[in-house]
């Protein structure tokens, strides 16, 4: 397997993975427009040979693919499965132990090896050494976007307790002092955050350290959630077929594996502003205060190179990780959250808003009728674990006679909708936590969830078309502000809506639409209807209408219903009325510069490095 980068180019160049920039390309937008245009083209990976106003190169794209991120993990991927297999079920050892023997050599040969000094290739540098890469407009400055972030345990102090995590990390910009300074970026809940408080508590700094670059499998180890008890250092040896090296240097672990290392302390209570950032939900997330490290050291080896990937809408290069995280990991989902089959996070809502999930329902055999039980607790579970707890939609159901899959997005969402009973399946959490990334909330953190609950018989057909009905309201716009029906996808209808100024408003012209549909009589076939700025956008595709519907919505101020009413706490309706449009506090969007965009088009023309590739 490959030892650092420059393995892994001189393999991936050699089978037709990876093309060479050589003309010089300017970090500020241009390396990331670059990398987006050839990412959508289903492109190989691209050095950057010359990255202006640095002297070393960049590499982006490496994980662009899935099966280019399987080829490299070749040699030992399905050893690196065994191991995980063996934490979530341990039983397999005592059935077949011997079937488990090279799978224990693995492991084994996976643990860390401590050095005793820095490799004579590592070199002291500054922070405005390393190629400043700005993606996109609006951002606050230049960002690490694959970023290894070590911290160890103040109480538990050593690598076997530390924690690898990828937080993004901002190097300039706003008002950090360069080359002194640059913000962390990650939840409490994190490792790197346990490790603050407790650092905290004690009154001392913590003690963190960066890495960049390395075998790809460092890179992914950083993104793992691994079962409790398996390091992400032994995690990154076995999947990288070569223990994981380091040293202490003034008191900081050193990667002798990576090509960047940045060592320094985050105080108890220093924050300073950090982003804007344009990020994976398709958004900008905004300045925050966030915890601020001071710069120690930083050190590059001779030749270094610096991986980057660009985040944004869904797809990108990240949604490769979540495939690769999904196909190591297997079942481990089955073990954490007993009676669960499968549970998918929607990577066209960005991810952490929407879930879907199969689970298991055994409560109905003792039920007259058909209904969700055990399905509720289940979905209490998922969304108390981990990054599940992040996500604010969750659409949950059981096998009954038809195999479902929840990648089959409209399949799994039409099973969901010729089931559910709307005046008794939907369930709130309110003022509760949500993902830090999304404005769609009440504050920053702060916002609700519900849970679509699904289980028993066919109740409904679904139109596959718009209704009358709705047709009806363009015929009286006089009486109407909601025009433009179109269909979405079976029981789915979007309409526009005027733009929208406050949910006072909202409030008064989302109930004029329900006394309008109201008169038109029972409208069972279309379960769902979305009130948008522009439902011929939302229509064009089941990725737009995905991406629209769950992250420009809060469940508890944004949905509605025909017929809505409250009976002992509980909210019930007979059609469900989701509010999507833009709201004044929403983040912005993510938009590519017009000019960058033309200017990287000499990238692509005939006998440039990237010609064709478009």
Not at 140 to 163: H, R, W
Not at 355 to 367: K, N
Not at 589 to 612: M, Q, T, W, Y
């Amino acid at each position: 397997m490959y030892r650092n980068l420059e393995e892994t180019i001189i393999d991936l160049e050699k089978e037709g993975h990876l093309i060479r920039i050589r003309e010089e390309v300017d970090p500020y937008l241009e390396m990331a427009a670059i990398h987006l245009k050839v990412y959508e083209a289903g492109g190989p990976a691209l050095l950057f040979e010359k990255v202006k106003g640095s002297k070393y190169r960049a590499l982006s794209n490496l994980f662009g693919t899935v099966e280019r991120s399987k080829y490299i993990f070749r040699k030992t991927w399905e050893t690196t499965q065994s191991v995980i297999a063996l934490r979530n079920d341990p039983f397999k050892a005592l059935k077949n132990p011997f079937a488990q023997i090279r799978t224990g050599l693995a492991a084994s040969k996976a643990l860390p090896l401590k050095k005793s000094a820095l490799p004579a290739s590592f070199q002291e540098i500054s922070i405005s050494d390393l190629p400043l890469i700005h993606h996109w407009p609006k951002d606050g400055g230049a960002f690490i976007t694959l970023p290894q972030v070590y911290s160890e345990d103040p109480e538990k102090p050593g690598i076997m307790n530390a924690n690898l995590g990828m937080y993004r990390v901002q190097l300039d910009g706003n008002d950090y002092k360069l080359n002194q300074e640059i913000g962390m970026h990650y939840q409490i809940h994190r490792g790197i955050g346990v490790h603050q408080e407790k650092a905290r508590r004690k009154g001392e700094p913590l003690k963190v350290s960066i890495f960049i670059g390395g075998p790809p499998a460092h890179t992914l180890s950083a993104v793992m959630p691994l079962p409790e008890g398996l390091s992400e250092m032994t995690f990154a040896g076995m999947l990288a077929g070569r223990r994981f090296r380091y040293s202490y240097v003034d008191g900081y672990c050193i990667s002798h594996d990576a090509d960047f290392v940045i060592t320094g302390e985050i105080h108890p209570g220093e924050t300073k502003p950090e982003g804007p950032f344009g990020d994976h939900l398709g958004y900008y997330s905004l300045t925050h205060p966030f915890p601020l490290m001071r710069v120690h050291k930083v050190y590059a080896k001779n030749n270094a190179i610096w991986p980057f990937t660009v985040v944004g809408r869904p797809p990108q290069e990240d949604t490769s990780f979540g495939a690769l995280i999904h196909e190591l990991t297997g079942d481990a989902i089955q073990q954490e959250i007993p009676g669960v089959k499968e549970v998918h996070a929607v990577d066209a809502a960005g991810v952490h808003p929407l879930l879907f999930a199969i689970g298991s329902e055994r409560y109905t055999p003792y039920q007259e009728v058909k209904e969700p039980a055990e399905l509720l607790t289940i979905a209490n579970r998922i969304l108390g674990t981990g990054q599940l707890s992040l996500a604010k939609y969750l659409f949950i159901t059981a096998e009954d006679q038809i195999p479902l899959d929840t990648h089959k997005e409209v399949d799994f969402l039409t099973y969901i909708l010729e089931r559910i009973d709307l005046q008794r399946d939907i369930h709130f959490q309110t003022n509760t936590t949500i993902d830090t990334l999304d404005y769609t909330g009440t504050g920053l953190n702060r916002g609700s969830k519900v849970i679509f609950a699904a289980y028993g018989d066919k109740k409904r057909d679904l139109c596959k078309e718009v209704p009358k009905e709705l047709r009806e309201l363009e015929k009286v716009k006089e009486k109407s502000d909601f025009s433009n029906p179109r269909w979405v996808m079976p029981g789915v209808v979007a309409l526009e809506g005027p733009a929208f100024t406050t949910y006072e408003k909202a409030d008064i012209e989302i109930k004029e639409l329900t006394t309008a549909i109201q008169k038109k009589g029972s409208l069972s076939s279309c379960p769902m209807i979305v009130v948008c700025d522009d439902s011929n956008y939302i229509s064009d595709s089941i990725s737009n209408f995905l991406w629209v519907t769950f992250t420009r919505s809060n469940p508890s101020h944004d949905i509605y219903g025909v017929n809505s009413f409250y009976k002992y706490k509980h909210w019930g309706c007979d059609n469900v009325i989701l509010d999507v449009r833009t709201k004044p506090h929403h983040a912005p969007p993510l938009v590519p510069d017009s000019a960058v965009e033309k200017k990287v088009e000499r990238f692509f023309e005939k006998g440039a490095s990237l010609a064709g590739l478009k």
